[in-house]
């Protein structure tokens, strides 16, 4: 796998994208400390009090919104990728594909939790499905004769 130029690139952009996940939970957790909204009880307790443990629009944004919809893409990515990489892509070309859906995350994360004016994140988000439905396509061109 490593002699794999697709698979080795593939594997970069994963990285970074599952690096930016764990930014954003990082940022949930210091919203949620700075605005004391905490979504367990004893981290109420521990934290001032259980007037404390309730939900904070802020933080709803980047735990739900940011997070959550980063899952709901960057996971059918992985596999995506991974099995795209498998099918001996031009590595320009499949470069172009990873590097496009990574950057579409990011800027769709920026885009939500600065809360940049629409349609900064449907753009983002609409840019980075472009991969994605490019690599299912070929994926499936490629394995039809096997169904």
């Not at 794999?4 to 690096?19: A, C, D, G, P, W």
């Not at 990489?85 to 499949?94: I, K, M, R």
């Not at 590097?99 to 004016?117: D, E, N, P, S, W």
Request: charged share 20%; net charge positive.
């Amino acid at each position: 796998m490593i002699e794999n130029k697709v698979f080795m690139s593939f594997t970069f952009y994963s990285t970074i994208l599952i690096l930016k996940m764990y930014v954003v939970a990082i940022i949930t957790g210091q919203v949620r400390l700075r605005k004391k909204a905490f979504a367990n009880p004893e981290d109420a307790l521990r934290n001032g009090g259980l007037q404390y443990y309730r939900e904070d629009p802020d933080v709803e944004r980047c735990r739900r919104q940011a997070h959550r919809n980063d899952m709901e893409n960057i996971f059918p990515f992985l596999f995506l990728g991974a099995i795209y990489s498998l099918l001996d892509p031009s590595p320009t070309v499949a470069r172009i594909h990873f590097f496009i859906f990574c950057m579409g995350r990011i800027v769709h994360t920026i885009a939500y939790l600065l809360q940049l004016k629409a349609p900064t994140r449907s753009v983002a988000y609409s840019v980075a499905q472009l991969p994605c439905f490019s690599m299912a396509l070929q994926i499936l061109l490629a394995t039809t004769p096997y169904w």
